[in-house]
């Protein structure tokens, strides 16, 4: 056997939310924790996210008289996850989730109160007995400065999200924006807020971070205080097996490989095969581009480790799906949610003919997206029409009303405006009659307030964005010209698949007993939400959950 360069209690791999709360719990366990990640920046997808954590019955929602029955829940998410994931991970989900919240709280003053309730944040799936309030909670702004030195090295954000000039805003901020126009806040007690938050950062150079910025601050914050570093440029190599147990990873670091024995074991959290082309095309062969939105280190390194061990692997068929917009020549990607539950809209495939209702959470809108493709007819892209008092009126994929159509849109091809439906449809090659008949027959249906054929705006989710002034918030007739239609790809904020895992996150071989030594968290795994996503938070609820677990066993 080779000598050790080094030795540590436990390796965690990945500085996402699921890397930092599996060092922090293995080192309240007393275990010394090394936690290593393969980019220049910390933070990983958690970073470039909105940053929920989907957690019923959390301390910080029963706090606030916000509880719930745990055999609801417990039906509810078996409804949603239960052909794919056994009964056992959902329920040690649902009964730790909170735990580790309250547990997060006792670890730092950045945690403790550090988390907030959008009341009214429907879960996705109300109708299957989701929570019309939402169980979704969000870390509370934070001034960035706090991370000194380090500041520098926080995964940046997804693009969309950053504003000028040191204004901010938060999920809820964002639900204000985007709804003002319909009898929401007035645009002046918005604006006013967001014109107090420039005067403070140039008056005091405060840099405060929101949504999965938060998260990840206090998550680091909180690191720093237990005297846990973040190794970065450091990445993992291959794991090492010896007699049938995982005892350790090959790293790089500055440039030279060294052996890292891990005394308890090893905890994957290095995220999904976001962009692996070849994994890619392996398992999602209807993608063709890159349109994924988690961190460019995504690459499966985890999950390929793994897989020459003799690990299983499940759902790498999905993701955690996003309807996105190519928006600019270097790749970037705008994600649609709101726009979809907007009124004076609708989508059509390459036939001219809706698919979907548009209003749907993220994800099922590109599984369906994706199931139309492989029926032979075009749905990827698939076209957002909206005529001019949508356009005038919303924010649409970042572009601000009343400000001239994007040429660089045109350019790229993934949006074109035209005075009537019928020169709109040649320009994005559907059959001019079909949309017609298509927009006549929704129109139709706006006016009456019921869409007969996809149910659209008959759940509190469907409603979040909508127009509440309506009898139905997300119908109103699209019939004023110009029109305009926006391409709509099907993105992902990360992949779902992965390594399968127990109850207490070890990494499970192909006959289902665990492989001693390793542990998973994260996007790196498979999905304990199976293919549907419950609610605000369902990716990193359970990547910090079972991250959770992981240390609370390597300590046992």
């Not at 967001?194 to 938060?214: C, D, F, H, K, M």
């Not at 004076?344 to 994706?370: K, L, M, S």
């Not at 035209?418 to 079909?434: F, G, M, Q, R, S």
């Amino acid at each position: 056997m080779e000598a050790f360069d080094e030795v540590v209690d436990v390796l965690v791999v990945g500085s996402g939310a699921a890397g930092m709360v599996a060092a922090l719990t293995a080192k309240s366990a007393g275990l010394e924790p090394a936690l290593i990640e393969k980019s220049t920046y910390f933070g990983g997808s958690t970073a470039r996210s909105g940053g929920g954590v989907w957690v019923p019955n959390a301390p910080q929602l029963v706090r606030q008289g916000e509880s719930d029955d745990p055999d609801e829940v417990r039906a509810y998410l078996t409804r949603l996850a239960g052909d794919r994931v056994p009964q056992e991970r959902i329920d040690r989900y649902l009964d730790k989730a909170p735990e580790m919240m309250g547990f997060l709280e006792g670890q730092s003053p950045y945690l403790a109160g550090g988390f907030f309730w959008i009341r009214g944040y429907s879960d996705y799936h109300p109708e299957l007995g989701g929570n019309p309030l939402g169980r979704g909670l969000w870390a509370t702004p934070i001034d960035k400065r706090l991370l000194g030195d380090e500041m520098e090295f926080l995964h940046p954000g997804v693009r969309r999200m950053q504003l000028p000039l040191g204004a901010w805003i938060t999920s809820v901020d964002l639900h204000d924006l985007l709804t003002y126009r319909w009898g929401g806040l007035s645009h002046k007690k918005i604006f006013g807020k967001l014109a107090w938050r420039v005067l403070r950062a140039r008056v005091t150079g405060e840099r405060i971070g929101v949504s999965g910025q938060a998260l990840i601050t206090r998550l680091r914050l909180a690191l720093r205080e237990h005297g846990i570093e973040i190794q970065r440029q450091t990445p993992m190599l291959r794991l090492i097996h010896e007699d049938g147990e995982v005892v350790g990873a090959e790293i790089e670091r500055a440039g030279a490989t060294r052996r890292v024995r891990a005394e308890r074991g090893v905890v994957l959290a290095s995220g999904g095969f976001d962009h692996n082309a070849v994994m890619r095309m392996e398992y999602q062969p209807e993608l063709s581009e890159d349109w994924s939105l988690g961190a460019a280190t995504n690459e499966g390194d985890g999950i390929l480790a793994g897989e020459v061990l003799g690990a299983d692997l499940d759902l790498m068929e999905d993701r955690w799906w996003m309807p996105t917009m190519p928006s600019a020549a270097d790749g970037s990607l705008v994600g649609l949610v709101a726009e979809r539950q907007y009124p004076n809209q609708f989508v059509v495939n390459g036939a001219g003919e809706r698919f979907v209702n548009e209003a749907t959470p993220y994800v099922v809108f590109c599984q369906r997206q994706i199931a139309g493709q492989r029926t032979g007819v075009r749905h990827i892209p698939a076209w957002m029409i909206l005529d001019s008092k949508a356009w005038k009126r919303n924010v649409i994929a970042g572009h601000l009303p009343l400000t001239p159509f994007p040429k660089s849109w045109k350019r790229l091809g993934t949006a074109h405006q035209a005075p009537t439906l019928e020169l709109l449809a040649e320009k994005i090659d559907v059959p001019a009659e079909a949309l017609r008949a298509t927009a006549d027959r929704f129109n139709r249906f706006a006016r009456a307030g019921v869409d007969e054929d996809f149910h659209r705006g008959e759940t509190a989710y469907d409603n979040y964005y909508g127009d509440h002034s309506l009898a139905n918030p997300n119908l109103m007739p699209v019939e004023r010209g110009p029109f305009y239609a926006l391409a709509l790809t099907p993105g992902d904020l990360g992949t779902k698949g992965g390594l399968v895992t127990d109850v207490d996150a070890r990494v499970l071989d192909q006959s289902g007993e665990p492989i001693p030594g390793l542990y998973a968290a994260g996007n790196v795994s498979s999905s304990v939400m199976g293919t549907k996503y419950a609610g605000p938070g369902s990716t990193l609820g359970p990547a910090m959950t079972f991250a959770y677990l992981a240390g609370r066993h390597l300590a046992a």
